[in-house]
């Protein structure tokens, strides 16, 4: 299988900003592991930001665009040499992949950009791919690491998107107000009512950002891409997730007629 995992910030660092050795260990040797399996594997990475934030020992995230480019510049060495080590302890080889909105709108460029995925995965190596911070601005920025998650996941023709997240899927209210919440184990066409729990009053949106994360459904499912939303906290969920078992949230890809 060809799956695309995402990972954001709250599954790779303390809420310190620094690097969540433990997990990030155990994420790299899990989709080493997958990778052994036989599946064809790609990473969406977050943190590059939050990274930048932890290593220059800034109190809090900034605001402003030219220090989130500056951090994002720092953070994502910080993140692609961890990866390379720790990958490399598995003998898996990483790539490196920035892009931006406007890299996905010009034909030829994402033409080059699925040639060199494609490429890189018949050489077995893993890309490792972001959004090119450093120069995404409102105009060319894809935005979310969701959202890329669900583009690179189309341009490459996977078949599972899972994004790793700090919570457990999609639930029928907030879980963190609402005890009556239930997780939704699948969802078999995303629905309006489905979107509603994305916005407005008991949204989910700083607690893991279910909105965005509604949006790269609604793009994996449209190109027939099941798509998972799991925690992150145990990596080792990526086995039940691959091998089909229940696990967080699974929207179903729409099966060509
Ligand atoms: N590209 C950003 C970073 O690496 C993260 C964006 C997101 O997580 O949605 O810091």
């Given at each position: 299988?060809?799956?695309?995992?995402k990972v954001g910030t709250s599954t790779l660092t303390h809420s310190s900003g620094r690097m969540n050795l433990r997990r990030?260990?155990?994420?790299?040797?899990?989709?080493?592991?997958?990778?052994?399996?036989?599946?064809?594997?790609i990473l969406v990475s977050s943190g590059a930001i939050g990274m930048g934030v932890g290593k220059l020992s800034l109190r809090e995230r900034p605001d402003d665009?030219?220090?989130?480019?500056?951090?994002?510049?720092?953070g994502q060495c910080e993140l692609m040499y961890v990866y390379d080590k720790e990958f490399s302890e598995y003998h898996h080889?990483?790539?490196?992949?920035?892009?931006?909105?406007?890299?996905?709108?010009d034909?030829?460029?994402?033409?080059?950009?699925?040639?060199?995925?494609?490429?890189?995965?018949?050489?077995?190596?893993?890309?490792?791919?972001?959004?090119?911070?450093?120069?995404?601005?409102d105009e060319i920025?894809?935005?979310d690491n969701d959202t890329l998650g669900a583009v690179v996941a189309v341009s490459a023709g996977a078949e599972l998107l899972i994004l790793l997240s700090d919570i457990e899927g999609l639930y029928t209210a907030d879980p963190h107000k609402d005890l009556e919440a239930r997780?939704?184990?699948?969802?078999?066409?995303?629905?309006?009512?489905?979107?509603?729990?994305?916005?407005?009053?008991?949204?989910?949106?700083?607690?893991?950002?279910?909105?965005?994360?509604?949006?790269?459904?609604?793009?994996?499912?449209?190109?027939?891409?099941?798509?998972?939303?799991?925690?992150?906290?145990?990596?080792?969920?990526?086995?039940?997730?691959?091998?089909?078992?229940?696990?967080?949230t699974l929207f179903k890809g729409k099966r060509k007629a």
């Open positions: 299988m060809r799956i695309v995992v990030i260990e155990k994420l790299c040797r899990v989709i080493s592991d997958l990778k052994n399996e036989g599946h064809e594997m665009i030219p220090t989130k480019q500056a951090c994002a510049a720092i080889t990483v790539a490196q992949i920035l892009i931006t909105g406007a890299d996905i709108a034909k030829m460029r994402h033409q080059n950009f699925k040639n060199t995925v494609t490429r890189l995965l018949e050489f077995g190596v893993l890309p490792v791919i972001n959004e090119n911070d450093t120069v995404a601005t920025v894809i935005g997780l939704i184990p699948q969802v078999d066409e995303i629905t309006e009512e489905i979107l509603r729990l994305g916005e407005g009053k008991g949204s989910m949106l700083g607690t893991g950002g279910m909105k965005t994360k509604l949006h790269a459904a609604v793009i994996a499912t449209e190109a027939g891409i099941d798509m998972v939303i799991a925690n992150g906290r145990e990596p080792d969920i990526l086995y039940s997730i691959v091998s089909g078992n229940p696990a967080g």
